[in-house]
């Protein structure tokens, strides 16, 4: 379960070059025989190819999505015109086509009707040339495929089951909060602060749709937030900032997921939870590790207090 949120989470968050670096180093590692092409220089409307089998692939992410976190009508249409336009160039530029795939981070939604008639269209058009289509649901059945070591490059840190880990201490607890200390000092802004009353922590559970094992997380969490209390008591502007820092967290990822995304809730708790890590401390495991859980026991602190995630009792959401 873990691995699959943390790739949803690479796809939501890769637009433009970042998507089509994201999908070079995928599938790099996938077909060692696939060589990536620099795109900061004409590359003939071709983004990588597999020269001994004659196969080009188009890579393309829209740079705008519609207040639901979907893809808009305006980047499907530039996406549909692109596509051709692009497998001419490759024809044009590129010897021996055989195989032409368009990639297009469609943020797990599908591909666009659009771009379905398009390759039907090209298909009866290009006869001697065959067309695919890859989603991210085609890159995410590439990502299970690969072994544990390459999928933590390709997320970037270690994809770690914490369930029972005790790695917890006060010092990666005090490094956590001086990175946001830090953070809000750049920012130098604070958002509306959330003085509502705590619902009951079950039902707030329940309304945010957690899975099973975050629920489980944020439970065992909650009862360690002394240390945090303990470790704020004499500086309150620290408390405020840090609360304001959560809640605007919580809005990017809000607004950055597809409202239809089933595991919306799970995936905004690991981006909150990954944000508060200096980055210094990605990319050694057991490091990774201990502060992934000071910050997992800090966003219980605030989960309770409903500074993050929506409250129940809020009948501005209905559910």
């Known amino acids: 379960m873990l691995e699959d949120l943390y790739f949803k989470i690479a796809i939501y968050e890769k637009f433009g070059i970042e998507f089509q670096n994201f999908f070079a180093l995928l599938y790099s ?13 004409e590359d003939g ?11 080009y692939f188009q890579v393309y992410a829209p740079s705008s999505l519609d207040v639901d976190g979907k893809i808009t009508l305006k980047s499907i249409n530039y996406a549909t015109n692109k596509l051709e336009q692009d497998f001419l160039k490759v024809s044009k530029n590129w010897p021996n086509i055989k195989y032409f795939t368009f990639v ?3 943020r797990f939604l599908g591909q666009p009707s659009k771009i379905g008639q398009k390759l039907s269209e090209m298909k009866e058009k290009f006869i001697n040339t065959q ?71 079950e039902k707030k559970l329940q309304f945010n749709r957690l899975c099973q094992e975050f629920q489980y997380e944020l439970k065992c969490n909650s009862y360690q937030i002394y240390m945090v209390d303990e470790f ?13 820092f959560l809640q605007d967290l919580y809005k990017k990822y809000n607004d ?30 057991s490091s990774y590790i201990g502060y992934m859980c000071a910050a997992k026991i800090l966003v219980a602190k605030y989960f309770e207090a409903c500074d993050v995630f929506e409250d129940p009792d809020n009948s501005k959401y209905i559910r």
Do not use: W
């Open 104 to 106: 297009m981070n469609d």
């Open 131 to 201: 067309f695919d289509y890859y989603g991210a649901q085609n890159l995410r059945k590439i990502f299970r495929d690969l072994n544990e070591k390459v999928k933590k490059e390709i997320i970037g840190f270690p994809i770690v089951d914490y369930t029972n880990i005790k790695c917890f201490d006060i010092e990666s607890l005090g490094k956590v909060i001086d990175y946001i200390m830090e953070i809000k000092a750049k920012c130098n802004k604070l958002f509306g602060i959330n003085n509502s009353l705590a619902p009951d922590f």
């Open 29 to 41: 590692e996938y077909n060692d025989k696939f060589q990536p092409v620099n795109g900061t220089y």
């Open 45 to 55: 409307g071709n983004d990588g190819y597999i020269p001994s089998e004659g196969h």
């Open 256 to 285: 950055k997921i597809p409202n239809n995304e089933e595991n919306k809730s799970d995936i905004i708790y690991i981006c909150i939870c990954q944000s508060i890590i200096p980055e210094e401390f990605k990319f050694e495991a």
């Open 232 to 244: 704020l008591k004499n500086n309150l502007n620290c408390t405020v900032q840090i609360q304001s």
